[in-house]
Structures are given as C-alpha cells and as structure tokens.
C-alpha cells in the first residue's frame, strides 16, 4: 500500500537507464543520478518528461551502444476524492 497525495508523480522503471553505460569515463549512469534527474523533471507535462528523458539518456550514452531495453512510466495522482 502506497500513500499519495494529489499532485505526487510515481514512477517505474527497469534497469535499462540506469545501467546505461556513458560519459566520459564509460560509467553506468547508476539511480542516484537518475532519482536526482527525475526530481528536475517530475513537475513538467509528460510529453516533455519523455523528451527530457530521451535527450538525457542520448547525451550520456554518446557514441556508445544501448546495452539493455528502457523502460520509465510516470504516473501523475490526481482527482483524488472522500471516501
């Protein structure tokens, strides 16, 4: 059981991203700097999250090949009601 409030952004992912190897010294790009990009985002529309993310991920990869399939959902709460 999660406790959400409205407005809150939960997200799910598989270790695609986070695994990425890039940058300059050929690292994975690893969750904490992944927690901390998504934070920069999660307030934005989710069409432009998807961009952000696409650009994020190519700009750290770089010339390196994409070594697993990514996966992020984010899922904005809202409406949330009495009872």
């Keep these: 059981e ?3 409030s ?6 799910l992912f598989s270790d695609g991203f ?3 190897v890039g940058g300059k010294d050929r690292k994975k790009y690893k969750s904490q700097r ?3 990009f998504l934070l920069t985002i999660h307030e934005k529309s989710s069409e432009v999250q998807k961009i952000l993310l696409d ?8 010339s390196y090949e994409q070594i697993d399939d990514i996966l992020v959902m984010g ?3 809202s409406g ?4």
């Design 34 to 36: 992944f927690r901390e």
């Design 2 to 4: 999660i406790i959400c």
């Design 55 to 62: 650009h994020e991920i190519e700009a750290w990869k770089g």
């Design 6 to 11: 409205e407005g809150d952004v939960v997200y």
């Design 75 to 77: 899922i904005r709460i």
């Design 18 to 20: 986070t695994d990425q």
């Design 80 to 83: 949330l009601g009495e009872g």
